[in-house]
């Protein structure tokens, strides 16, 4: 019975997991997108989270990111190790996985700020093309992490081999640490760091 790989030892599964993560982020920020036309022209982008309080409720449903860096880290995983088995390097799978994440999100950048050119071009109010671009860079709020857990990614897996799931223990635990810092004790600078630390944990627990 077929255990759900494909032929180079990718798991369908996690597959259809990460492109189900992609959807529902690609839709939920869809559904919280309101574009206000006020009686001047200007055209505004209230957040509907606050605008109506009752759809914060909604966004419970919409909580796949720790899935989507999950499954991140099971495939990266498994990538790295057959890398490994065939004698490729840590700088030409770094460089490969960065180039897969890099390329869409570049094509992506593209189009959107040629769009913008044009619509430039043709006398569209600045406003408005500077309200266009602070919602593309939102979407792109979790590529820099990801892209550090995947070159952390050798590094990881070789302390996941060592100390299994002590390892995203100890980043929950530095986590708390730094929200005591952060928080408690009002270094905010440090609460920075939850953003690699609680994704994370995530990526971590794709090993397991």
Not at 40 to 53: F, H, K, M, S, Y
Not at 131 to 149: D, E, H, I, K
Not at 154 to 181: C, E, F, I, K, N
């Amino acid at each position: 019975m077929s255990d759900g790989r494909l032929g180079d030892g990718r798991d369908r599964y996690v597959d259809f997991l990460r492109a189900w993560a992609i959807v529902l982020v690609v839709g939920g920020h869809w559904l919280i997108t309101a574009l206000v036309r006020e009686p001047d022209g200007e055209i505004r982008a209230p957040e509907l989270l606050a605008t109506v309080p009752w759809t914060q409720w909604l966004t419970l449903a919409f909580q796949i990111m720790p899935l989507f860096f999950l499954a991140g880290g099971y495939a990266a995983s498994g990538s790295w190790g057959r890398a490994r088995a065939a004698g490729g390097t840590v700088g030409w799978w770094v460089r490969q996985r960065v180039l897969r994440l890099l390329l869409p999100a570049a094509v992506y950048s593209a189009v959107v700020l040629c769009a913008l050119g044009v619509c430039e071009a043709v006398g569209v109010d600045g406003g408005t093309l500077a309200l266009v671009g602070w919602a593309m860079a939102m979407q792109f709020w979790f590529l820099p992490v990801y892209l550090l857990l995947s070159a952390l990614t050798p590094v990881l897996h070789a302390a996941h081999r060592r100390w299994g799931p002590l390892v995203p223990l100890g980043l929950g635990a530095t986590a708390v640490v730094a929200d005591v810092l952060a928080v408690g004790l009002h270094v905010p600078v440090v609460g920075l760091l939850d953003y690699l630390l609680v994704w994370g944990v995530a990526y971590q627990l794709g090993f397991c």
